[in-house]
């Protein structure tokens, strides 16, 4: 049973241009919440897809968007890339709720490091 | 406002030790608190979730305690060994919305000497 999947493991990217990062969910799961961990920090919520569609949005810019495939995999964008994105981007998948009794265990991917020159 | 802490210095411990780790939280009414590990530049491990009607969860040689009274998350680790060592986050979630949105704490670094 493959867990969560993400890539590209490392990215290198420069200040204006876009990026997109890709997360496949752990089997069974069908929702996928993206976080950013910037050094020394915990990771913060920048929104989670279930059904194909934005369920709910942290607070960060609309530079950040997403999207859920029928098959759940996710993608993350990010436009007019900023020093301050520099971080690690993590997809945490769970099963939703209507889907079984273990909904609130969220497993994280291995993150990919985005850093912007 | 509303916070989530952790130690913020790192916890040194001796090997066979108890490690006990402190998440306090301020202005959150949480459903349940997850705690999870990290090892660097990797991504955080699902360890334990506890939820607000309960005091007490165990795991082999983890335990974690939620005290919403305290606003108090205690995650111990009992009989330590130096694999033990990585950082370790707390995590709430809230009620409304997307339940499953986890706020984290900023971590502590448990280093677990042999």
């Known amino acids: 049973d493959a867990g969560v999947t993400q890539s590209p493991t490392h990215l290198i990217k420069t200040r204006g241009q876009q990026v997109t990062l890709r997360c496949s969910p752990k089997?069974?799961?069908?929702?996928v919440s993206w976080y950013q961990q910037a050094l020394g920090q915990g990771p913060q919520f920048i929104f989670q897809?279930?059904?194909?569609?934005?369920?709910q949005r942290g607070n960060f810019p609309d530079r950040f968007s997403g999207h859920q495939f029928p098959n759940y995999s996710s993608e993350l964008n990010v436009n007019a890339l900023l020093l301050g994105d520099s971080a690690l981007y993590l997809c945490?998948?769970?099963?939703?709720?209507?889907?079984?009794?273990?909904?609130?265990?969220?497993?994280f991917g291995p993150g990919t490091r985005l850093t912007v020159l | 406002s509303q916070k989530i802490e952790q130690n913020s210095e790192a916890l040194n411990i001796q090997e066979g030790k108890t490690a006990t780790l402190t998440c306090n939280y301020t202005?959150?009414?949480?459903?349940?608190l997850q705690w999870y590990r990290q090892d660097p530049g990797r991504g955080p491990v699902f360890l334990l979730l506890?939820?607000?009607?309960?005091k007490e969860k165990r795991k082999e040689r983890l335990k974690v305690t939620f005290d919403t009274t305290l606003k108090q998350s205690l995650f111990h680790i009992t009989a330590s060994q130096p694999a033990d060592s990585a950082t370790y986050l707390c995590?709430?979630?809230?009620?409304?919305?997307?339940?499953?949105?986890?706020?984290f704490g900023t971590g502590t670094l448990l280093a677990v000497q042999p």
């Open positions: 897809y279930y059904e194909e569609e934005e369920r």
């Open positions: 202005n959150y009414s949480p459903a349940y």
């Open positions: 089997s069974g799961h069908d929702t």
């Open positions: 995590a709430l979630a809230t009620y409304g919305g997307a339940t499953n949105k986890l706020i």
């Open positions: 945490a998948t769970l099963r939703s709720r209507l889907a079984g009794s273990s909904y609130n265990e969220q497993f």
């Open positions: 506890i939820r607000e009607n309960e």
